[in-house]
């Protein structure tokens, strides 16, 4: 028999932190929310209290000599998430900062508890605690009395079956705080760091006692909503195959330019990732627009992350028809000092809200500029993680990637991304007859025969046209082919 | 602050005959609750820094603290100087102190959190809504 006690989950209101937290704040755990000043210790406490708060958990707050009262609320109130109906009913904020200022560690447990009595909380808040314990080492009372308090009110406020969470200045997690931080059942510790011009902001859960959570660290962001946490990884399950998605699913995705699919041995595999390479002018982002109109053809819709051009810029008139006509979705790349788990959030709450089966991403290095710079130095393992959440998912990406012409080498990113992608497509230049001309080669398709053949393309005014393969040409690669025997043709439409 | 807003936190000492020891008990008493539900909320040194501000701002003659004299023996020194007035100006004075500190409270945390206390320290009504936020 499991007769284990069963620890309730609270949800904490705040967008992604319940997934850090294992699906929510343990009932009665005894927290710690730490940080530096300014890393919005006192904005998360607040939205988890105004969240969790009701007729059934009312919560507590004390202010002790940290920010004034005051100021506190008119700040506070900015945010979406602080009701004002929810004050004096379900939330009453409490000043401790006259007791605290006398020292007297016992006067101020007393009052704590004559308040919890009083109010009978769900939910305390002591903001901020570490006014607490400056104020005891000011009046020359050492740490093992503060521990002694720290104790008393853990072992109070649980008896009274109440939510404890402690906010406080604390800079470093392991070393002096750790009196306090040893009797905490959850540790929550905020920082921000500047990188070059950019302010990053990112949260660990650095301690949770009972239930297991996601490790290290992860960016969140402070906006008119409050606090919004960006999980570092994402647990998603892959579709199963007897869903009806995977039912519908074709094995293979029409790829929406004339003998593309043909090139790749019949379309591009469903759930697989595509990188499209080529130099600037090649025809990338027109190939990744066919990618998403063949889908809103045959009834799959599609999310695009577009950094070369935000929301409400100019896109291509065929992309701006499909967000228009609804088929395709668009995700917000605009913010300053994105992280890649900000995007990866934004696209996948827009996969699952639109049910979206294909995903472009244009370009890795436009996604690479709009990242704050200390995200960049992890790029590399933040697109495999992308990658791997995105196709688990049950979608087909497509990621557009910028590149340089080089003909000494032939390389397919700059990103290494070559070898997290399933297939890859590359585009070049070369010089024929006093013209530049487009080649394209599918270069890669995993677990798929297809072709080898390098085209010529051409761009018109219903997009990319292939032409026929031409083995009669030769050091193509080279930047400067040449034929043997015959002349050469134009591109061919193709058929149908 | 409106005037039926005031007249309510008045009680009896808003009355057009209610002589100045009315006025001014009645205009403590309103202090005092205000105060009271301040206290908790922000400590007493900053229920007594908002309440000396009103003084200020209501221009009001009232006793300024010596030192760091208690808000209980301030608000018992108001009482007394009030009373000493003749009542309009008794009702006038204390009007501009309530007042004062309303608005005050309203400049700080807004309108619907100071009608919240209002409500529980005058037990000013749901419908009856405390003045606009000032326009800065």
């Given at each position: 028999?499991?007769?284990?006690?069963?620890?309730?989950?609270?949800?904490?209101?705040?967008?992604g932190?319940?997934?850090?937290?294992?699906?929510?704040?343990?009932?009665?755990?005894?927290?710690?929310?730490?940080?530096?000043?300014?890393?919005?210790?006192?904005?998360?406490?607040?939205?988890?209290?105004?969240?969790?708060?009701?007729?059934?958990?009312?919560?507590?707050?004390?202010?002790?000599?940290?920010?004034?009262?005051?100021?506190?609320?008119?700040?506070?109130?900015?945010?979406?998430?602080?009701?004002?109906?929810?004050?004096d009913?379900?939330?009453?904020?409490?000043?401790?900062?006259?007791?605290?200022?006398?020292?007297?560690?016992?006067?101020?447990?007393?009052?704590?508890?004559?308040?919890?009595?009083?109010?009978?909380?769900?939910?305390?808040?002591?903001?901020?605690?570490?006014?607490?314990?400056?104020?005891?080492?000011?009046?020359?009372?050492?740490?093992?009395?503060?521990?002694h308090?720290?104790?008393?009110?853990?072992?109070?406020?649980?008896?009274?079956?109440?939510?404890?969470?402690?906010?406080?200045?604390?800079?470093?997690?392991?070393?002096?705080?750790?009196?306090?931080?040893?009797?905490a059942?959850?540790?929550?510790?905020?920082?921000?760091?500047?990188?070059?011009?950019?302010?990053?902001?990112?949260?660990?859960?650095?301690?949770?006692?009972?239930?297991?959570?996601?490790?290290?660290?992860?960016?969140?962001?402070?906006?008119?909503?409050?606090?919004?946490?960006?999980?570092?990884?994402?647990?998603?399950?892959?579709?199963?195959?007897?869903?009806?998605?995977?039912?519908?699913?074709?094995?293979?995705?029409?790829?929406?330019?004339?003998?593309?699919?043909?090139?790749?041995?019949?379309?591009?595999?469903?759930?697989?990732?595509?990188?499209?390479?080529?130099?600037?002018?090649?025809?990338?982002?027109?190939?990744?627009?066919?990618?998403?109109?063949?889908?809103?053809?045959?009834?799959?819709?599609?999310?695009?992350?577009?950094?070369?051009?935000?929301?409400?810029?100019?896109?291509?008139?065929?992309?701006?028809?499909?967000?228009?006509?609804g088929?395709v979705?668009?995700?917000?790349?605009?913010?300053?000092?994105?992280?890649?788990?900000?995007?990866?959030?934004?696209?996948?709450?827009?996969?699952?809200?639109?049910?979206?089966?294909?995903?472009?991403?244009?370009s890795?290095?436009?996604?690479?500029l709009?990242?704050?710079?200390?995200?960049?130095?992890?790029?590399?393992?933040?697109?495999?993680?992308?990658?791997?959440?995105?196709?688990?998912?049950?979608?087909?990406?497509?990621?557009?990637?910028?590149?340089?012409?080089?003909?000494?080498?032939?390389?397919?990113?700059?990103?290494?991304?070559?070898?997290?992608?399933?297939?890859?497509?590359v585009?070049?230049?070369?010089?024929?007859?006093?013209?530049?001309?487009?080649?394209?080669?599918?270069?890669?398709?995993?677990?798929s025969?297809?072709?080898?053949?390098?085209?010529?393309?051409?761009?018109?005014?219903?997009?990319?046209?292939?032409g026929?393969?031409?083995?009669?040409?030769?050091?193509?690669?080279?930047?400067?082919?040449?034929?043997?025997?015959?002349?050469?043709?134009?591109?061919?439409?193709?058929?149908? | 602050?409106?005037?039926?807003?005031?007249?309510?936190?008045?009680?009896?000492?808003?009355?057009?005959?209610?002589?100045?020891?009315?006025?001014a008990?009645?205009?403590?008493?309103?202090?005092?609750?205000?105060?009271?539900?301040?206290?908790?909320?922000?400590?007493?040194?900053?229920?007594?820094?908002?309440?000396?501000?009103?003084?200020h701002?209501?221009?009001?003659?009232?006793?300024?603290?010596?030192?760091?004299?208690?808000?209980?023996?301030?608000?018992?020194?108001?009482?007394?100087?009030?009373?000493?007035?003749?009542?309009?100006?008794?009702?006038?004075?204390?009007?501009?102190?309530?007042?004062?500190?309303?608005?005050?409270?309203?400049?700080?945390?807004?309108?619907?959190?100071?009608?919240?206390?209002?409500?529980?320290?005058?037990?000013?009504?749901?419908?009856?809504?405390?003045?606009?936020?000032?326009?800065?």
């Amino acid at each position: 028999m499991n007769d284990k006690v069963v620890i309730p989950r609270i949800p904490t209101g705040i967008s992604g932190l319940d997934a850090l937290l294992g699906g929510g704040l343990a009932e009665l755990s005894f927290n710690i929310i730490a940080g530096s000043p300014g890393s919005g210790k006192t904005t998360l406490a607040h939205q988890m209290m105004f969240a969790m708060a009701g007729p059934q958990r009312k919560a507590l707050y004390f202010t002790v000599l940290g920010e004034p009262s005051l100021k506190m609320l008119r700040y506070q109130q900015q945010y979406d998430f602080f009701d004002v109906a929810k004050i004096d009913h379900d939330i009453r904020f409490v000043n401790l900062g006259d007791e605290v200022l006398q020292g007297d560690f016992g006067r101020v447990l007393q009052r704590i508890i004559e308040e919890v009595e009083r109010f009978e909380p769900g939910l305390v808040f002591v903001d901020s605690f570490r006014s607490v314990a400056q104020a005891a080492s000011e009046t020359g009372r050492g740490i093992v009395e503060l521990q002694h308090f720290v104790q008393q009110l853990g072992m109070h406020l649980t008896s009274w079956q109440a939510t404890t969470f402690l906010i406080g200045e604390y800079m470093d997690v392991d070393s002096e705080a750790n009196p306090v931080f040893t009797i905490a059942d959850g540790i929550f510790f905020l920082m921000q760091s500047l990188h070059r011009n950019s302010m990053v902001r990112k949260v660990q859960i650095a301690k949770s006692r009972g239930q297991a959570t996601i490790a290290g660290l992860h960016t969140f962001r402070i906006t008119d909503s409050g606090v919004q946490v960006f999980p570092r990884t994402l647990s998603i399950a892959r579709p199963s195959a007897g869903t009806p998605a995977a039912e519908v699913s074709p094995s293979r995705l029409a790829i929406g330019t004339p003998l593309l699919d043909e090139m790749m041995g019949g379309g591009l595999p469903a759930g697989y990732s595509l990188l499209v390479a080529g130099p600037s002018g090649s025809g990338k982002s027109i190939l990744a627009t066919a990618f998403l109109a063949e889908g809103a053809r045959v009834g799959e819709k599609g999310v695009v992350a577009a950094f070369e051009k935000g929301p409400g810029q100019s896109q291509s008139p065929r992309l701006e028809a499909l967000v228009a006509g609804g088929h395709v979705g668009v995700i917000d790349t605009r913010a300053l000092d994105l992280s890649i788990d900000a995007t990866l959030y934004s696209l996948t709450e827009l996969i699952r809200s639109t049910r979206a089966k294909r995903v472009v991403i244009d370009s890795l290095s436009g996604f690479e500029l709009a990242l704050a710079p200390t995200f960049r130095e992890d790029f590399r393992e933040s697109l495999h993680r992308m990658v791997a959440v995105l196709t688990a998912m049950g979608t087909t990406v497509l990621m557009v990637s910028e590149l340089e012409d080089r003909y000494a080498d032939l390389r397919f990113s700059p990103y290494g991304a070559a070898f997290l992608t399933d297939a890859i497509i590359v585009q070049r230049y070369v010089e024929m007859q006093g013209e530049l001309r487009r080649v394209m080669a599918v270069v890669k398709v995993r677990n798929s025969a297809h072709s080898h053949a390098l085209r010529f393309y051409d761009i018109g005014a219903e997009g990319i046209v292939i032409g026929a393969p031409r083995p009669d040409m030769e050091a193509l690669l080279t930047g400067s082919p040449h034929t043997s025997v015959l002349p050469v043709p134009g591109p061919q439409r193709a058929p149908g | 602050m409106r005037p039926e807003l005031l007249a309510h936190a008045l009680g009896a000492g808003s009355a057009e005959d209610a002589d100045a020891g009315t006025v001014a008990t009645e205009t403590l008493r309103a202090m005092g609750a205000l105060l009271g539900e301040l206290r908790p909320l922000v400590g007493d040194s900053a229920a007594r820094a908002l309440y000396l501000r009103s003084l200020h701002l209501a221009q009001s003659h009232a006793a300024r603290p010596v030192s760091d004299e208690p808000l209980a023996d301030l608000l018992v020194a108001l009482r007394r100087e009030l009373a000493q007035l003749q009542s309009a100006e008794t009702r006038a004075a204390g009007g501009a102190l309530l007042s004062a500190l309303v608005d005050l409270l309203v400049s700080l945390i807004g309108e619907p959190l100071t009608h919240r206390m209002l409500r529980t320290a005058w037990g000013v009504p749901l419908a009856q809504r405390p003045p606009q936020e000032p326009h800065s």
